[in-house]
């Protein structure tokens, strides 16, 4: 069970893994700004350079979130199971590496194919980038996935030393028995989740950009487009759930530290993460329900499923985050505050999700800033909160800190900037806005004004949330094991 009054130290990878994820993060979040103050014309960027921030951004979104889930992931499953620094290590290296080519496609290159990458367009360019430009980009988000592959490769050994089996690591064993003492800690539980989840999506991805790298160079080794687009979705659907799925191991672990309650492991949250593993892999197909060519069970089952996949983790981390905190007499800071928020953002986010998920409403709402607007909300007020609240939560020894009037104003400042953003974003959908358009008609800019001003303001917010706690951490602080809690 998880042990609520001393915590471990955090390793240096950890730490390089959280300031990194900060820095970056604001790096990209500049980029989404930029492309808002565009659709804005508040800003001259040509069509060209939007595409490529877009598809800098989307992809590297992705990529950091990965990163700083693992770093959450790490941290916590490294207090129940014994693993090898040098597979963290390995991964940061095949990251960086991947990083600085997609970077140079995209800036140097030209490549705007969007973070997608969807099959044929890297091959038709129309004299936007070249041939080098989208193997590289190809190569690139390869060598990423090797990184993962190493870490999850190592994630997955790990846990089954200690646990013998995936059996007993999925808490079938404690199923079974009814027996608490057979639970896996939570971090385990979702540890296992993410891992076997994020292999199977990291073959999938690698299988369809080695074979889009190979028509690069030879065109009459032809790809089924529609199979290219279930690869490529299978690949992008589960590896971005599979960020919150490990950044909500802060939520597990931490809070309880603020709340001097363990969180509970029971029949209900093994359950729901076991049902959460199974639908996470089956129901991306609610990105093809405009697809035609695709079988109609298939996408019924997209539709299905999306009604349920993200519902059992989402409801036993909701209750279980207000059992956690019922008159606990909760310690509030900016960690606290930001994971609390976390769950909220989550839990909202997914209405307009299913919202999307169903195949009537996604005939009209496919293309529109509707569907940003989704998942900006779970990804930035769920994921994102739950990411800084662990880099701030690092970055102050692991113990609970002031929640002054300047902390809470930026507690405030976040939630609510970041929340005006998303529902800009919903509401531009509403109104039939597309997306993926750098140019938007004059009458849509009145939208884009008020989600740029709002956009700065989460940038402001976030920036004042992540340079003192990098600072911090840097400073050697952050890697303290100091008793924490009430
Ligand atoms: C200050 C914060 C952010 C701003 C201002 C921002 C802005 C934007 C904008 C303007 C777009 C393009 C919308 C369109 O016209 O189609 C976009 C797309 C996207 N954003 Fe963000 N974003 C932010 C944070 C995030 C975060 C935290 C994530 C994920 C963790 C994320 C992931 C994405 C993805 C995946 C796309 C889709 C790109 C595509 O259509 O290919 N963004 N964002
Ligand atoms: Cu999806």
């Known amino acids: 069970m998880t042990d609520t009054t001393t915590v471990a130290r955090a390793t240096p990878e950890v730490r390089l893994y959280a300031a990194l994820t900060g820095i970056v993060l604001l790096l990209l979040m500049l980029f989404g700004v930029l492309m808002r103050l565009a659709q804005s014309e508040w800003m001259t960027i040509g069509p060209d350079r939007f595409y490529q ?3 800098a951004h989307g992809i590297g979104m992705v990529a950091i979130a990965t990163l700083g889930g693992s770093a959450v992931l790490w941290h916590f499953l490294g207090q129940h199971v014994a693993l090898r620094r040098g597979a963290a290590i390995a991964n940061l290296a095949f990251f960086l590496a991947g990083v600085a080519v997609v970077l140079w496609s995209i800036f140097a290159g030209g490549f705007a194919g969007a973070w997608t990458f969807l099959y044929p367009l890297p091959a038709h360019p129309m004299g936007m980038w070249t041939r080098g430009a989208a193997a590289g980009y190809l190569v690139g988000v390869l060598l990423v996935g090797v990184g993962m592959l190493v870490f999850f490769l190592e994630t997955t050994r790990a846990i089954l030393q200690r646990y013998g089996s995936f059996a007993v690591a999925l808490g079938w064993k404690m199923l079974r028995s009814g027996d608490k003492r057979d639970a896996p800690p939570p971090a385990v539980l979702a540890g296992t989740v993410v891992s076997i989840a994020n292999l199977l999506a990291v073959f999938a991805g690698a299988a369809i950009l080695t074979m889009m790298l ?9 790809i089924s487009a529609l199979l290219a687009k279930n690869l490529i979705y299978f690949f992008g659907h589960v590896a971005i759930n599979a960020t919150i799925y490990m950044a909500v191991i802060a939520v597990y672990e931490i809070l309880p530290r603020y709340t001097g309650h363990p969180w509970g492991v029971y029949r209900a949250f093994v359950l729901a993460w076991n049902a959460t593993l199974l639908m996470v892999l089956v129901v991306y197909p609610h990105h093809l329900l405009m697809d035609f060519a695709m079988p109609l069970w298939a996408v019924i089952m997209g539709q299905v499923v ?4 993200s519902l059992p983790v989402l409801a036993v981390t909701l209750v279980g985050t207000l059992a956690n905190i019922h008159r606990s007499g909760i310690r509030w800071d900016l960690t606290s505050g930001l994971l609390v928020l976390s769950i909220f953002g989550w839990s909202a986010g997914i209405v307009p999700a299913v919202i999307d998920g169903t195949i009537a409403i996604n005939q009209v709402m496919h293309n529109t800033l509707w569907v940003p607007g989704h998942f900006h909300f779970y990804l930035l007020i769920g994921c994102v909160a739950m990411i800084l609240a662990f880099i701030n939560w690092l970055s102050h020894e692991q113990a ?20 005006g953003f998303v529902l800009m974003f919903l509401y531009s959908g509403h109104a039939s806005v597309p997306r993926r358009f750098a140019v938007h008609l004059p009458e849509w800019q009145g939208y884009d004004r008020i989600a740029s001003g709002f956009a700065l303001l989460v940038l402001a917010a976030a920036t004042l949330i992540v340079l003192p706690a990098v600072l911090r951490i840097a400073g050697g602080r952050g890697s303290g094991a100091r008793a924490a809690g009430t």
């Open 400 to 419: 609970p800190a002031r929640f002054g009037v300047l902390q809470g104003g930026l507690f405030w400042l976040y939630a609510l900037s970041a929340l």
């Open 306 to 309: 999306s009604y349920t996949s």
């Open 53 to 55: 921030l877009m598809t």
């Open 214 to 222: 190979i028509n690069l160079y030879l065109p009459q080794f032809a």
